[in-house]
């Protein structure tokens, strides 16, 4: 990804934009990784860019994984307590849908993009 290709630029920047982003939340919720997080910000900027966007990318495919546990998950409440949850989890669960229908049509437009300018 190392090209001038401003998708694959584009698709880095997203990448690294989430990987800071978990970075920072390690670093606020664990003193192991603000120190592993401190000591890594003495490496050169690329180097810190090529290990944040893949911690992005990383960070990407569990959350994908995540959502598709928490959809695919059979609902465990009991009948009383499910009527009262459910508008909520009906729209959580389309908020997540939306979500991801949006990041997959992202990523469809960028790799079409990126194919049809080679």
């Known amino acids: 990804m190392?090209?001038?290709n401003p998708?694959?630029?584009?698709?880095?920047g997203y990448y690294t934009t989430l990987g800071v982003a978990t970075s920072v939340v390690e670093s606020v919720q664990d003193q192991e990784k603000r120190q592993e997080n401190l000591a890594q910000l003495r490496l050169d900027f690329s180097q810190l860019a090529e290990i944040w966007a893949d911690k992005g990318k990383v960070t990407e495919t569990e959350a994908r994984k995540f959502v598709e546990v928490v959809l695919e998950r059979p609902?465990?409440?009991s009948p009383s307590s499910a009527s009262?949850?459910?508008?909520s989890?009906?729209?959580i669960e389309d908020d997540?849908?939306?979500l991801t229908e949006t990041l997959a049509a992202i990523r469809q437009d960028l790799e079409a993009e990126q194919s049809g300018q080679n």
């Open 89 to 91: 989890r009906r729209m």
């Open 75 to 77: 609902d465990a409440a």
């Open 96 to 98: 997540l849908i939306s």
């Open 2 to 4: 190392d090209s001038r």
């Open 7 to 12: 998708i694959e630029l584009l698709q880095k």
């Open 84 to 87: 009262t949850s459910s508008p």
